[in-house]
C-alpha cells in the first residue's frame, strides 16, 4: 500500500481537493490520519488494484476528441448562430 496526500491524489486524478475529500468521507478512498509537526495530515492509502476501481468509476470531463474535430464543431456551430442571428435581425426589422 502506497500513501499519498489528499492533493497530490487530486491532481494525479485530475480532481478538485473537495471531491477527494467527498470520496474519502463516503469510504470510496482507503485513508490514515497521521500527526505531522503538530498538525493532522490525512494520507490516501492505494494500491494498483484500488486505483484502477477508482479510475473506472471518475467520469472524464470531456472524453477523448481530436482538436481538429472539436474545431469543426465549433466553426459549424458558430456558422449556425450567425445565420440565427439574421434571421432575427430581419424579422425584427419588418
Known amino acids: 500500500m502506497n500513501k499519498i496526500t489528499i492533493k497530490a491524489y487530486a491532481v494525479k ?3 478538485s481537493i473537495y471531491n477527494v475529500m ?3 468521507k463516503s469510504g470510496k478512498v482507503k485513508s490514515e490520519v497521521l ?6 495530515v490525512t494520507y ?3 494500491s494498483n488494484d484500488s486505483e484502477k476501481d ?3 468509476s471518475i467520469v472524464p470531463i ?3 476528441m481530436d482538436d481538429n474535430k472539436i474545431l469543426t464543431m ?3 456551430e458558430v456558422k449556425f448562430l450567425r445565420k440565427e442571428i439574421e434571421s ?3 424579422a425584427l426589422n419588418k
Not at 35 to 40: I, L, T
Open 13 to 15: 486524478h485530475k480532481l
Open 22 to 24: 467527498k470520496m474519502i
Open 35 to 40: 500527526e505531522e509537526d503538530g498538525r493532522e
Open 44 to 46: 490516501i492509502l492505494f
Open 54 to 56: 477508482i479510475a473506472q
Open 62 to 64: 470531456g472524453g477523448k
Open 74 to 76: 465549433l466553426v459549424d
Open 88 to 90: 432575427l435581425k430581419t
